[in-house]
């Protein structure tokens, strides 16, 4: 079984400004996927970065990065220059990496950007 | 690049009756994900399916049934509706082969009144 926990219900950031997002799992997998997805306002589930657990090396797409402890089981996102349409809710989640690829999320953060 | 499909994206349905989500999912993926998110809830699993055969199974109830297609989409049927099971359901899917990612339609908002 795996489970995910993320403590910050809600956090805000300046405009242009950088923030982190926390996120620990727990995982009896050897073999796993951890991403981070973005819902917004529209409800949609938006896919912002996967990090492969067998990869040391951060993942990063564009403003987004992780910072991945893997032996603290610590996934936590880094939006840099925060823009408006960062605002969202943001959920952490893990998946096996064999068989059924089966997302289990956390809680999410709701993250407001101040103009 | 084509997106996973839902319909209807809005539904309201009465207690007690039955309802018909469909799922249309990206082409060339293998497998189809079904996730219930309730009102402030992140979402949960429901069933998946590999190849048009029932993959993994999690939170679904006994009232509800899915099936996945010849043509890969996937119908998730929902009977003796009750009030809890309001909620955004959504579809994903995922090329099991190569990426791992999960793709997720727009979701169908179901509402029991």
């Known amino acids: 079984a795996q489970t995910v926990t993320q403590s910050q219900p809600e956090m805000s950031v300046q405009e242009a400004e950088t923030v982190t997002l926390s996120c620990t799992y727990d995982?009896?997998?050897?073999?796993?996927?951890l991403f981070w997805y973005k819902q917004p306002p529209s409800r949609q589930m938006i896919l912002v970065i996967r990090?492969?657990?067998?990869?040391?090396q951060n993942a990063t797409e564009n403003r987004f990065s992780v910072n991945f402890q893997k032996a603290a089981k610590s996934f936590s996102l880094k939006i840099s220059d925060s823009q408006l349409g960062d605002a969202a809710m943001y959920f952490c989640?893990?998946?096996?990496?064999?068989?059924?690829?089966?997302?289990?999320f956390g809680k999410g953060t709701k993250l407001s950007v101040i103009p | 690049a084509a997106g996973v499909i839902q319909s209807p994206r809005h539904l309201i349905k009465e207690k007690r009756e039955t309802a018909t989500l469909k799922c249309y999912p990206i082409?060339?993926?293998?497998?189809v994900y079904w996730y219930q998110q309730g009102p402030g809830q992140d979402p949960q699993f429901l069933i998946s399916?590999?190849?048009?055969?029932?993959?993994d199974k999690g939170s679904i109830p006994d009232r509800f049934s899915a099936q996945q297609f010849s043509d890969y989409h996937s119908e998730l049927n929902m009977s003796s509706l009750e009030l809890g099971d309001s909620a955004l359901y959504f579809c994903?899917?995922?090329?099991?082969?190569?990426?791992?990612?999960?793709?997720f339609g727009q979701g169908t908002r179901l509402t029991v009144v």
């Open positions: 994903a899917s995922s090329d099991r082969g190569g990426r791992p990612e999960a793709f």
């Open positions: 995982t009896s997998e050897s073999d796993y996927y």
């Open positions: 990090q492969e657990a067998y990869k040391q």
């Open positions: 989640a893990t998946t096996s990496g064999a068989g059924s690829y089966q997302l289990t």
């Open positions: 082409p060339r993926h293998d497998t």
């Open positions: 399916f590999y190849e048009k055969m029932q993959s």
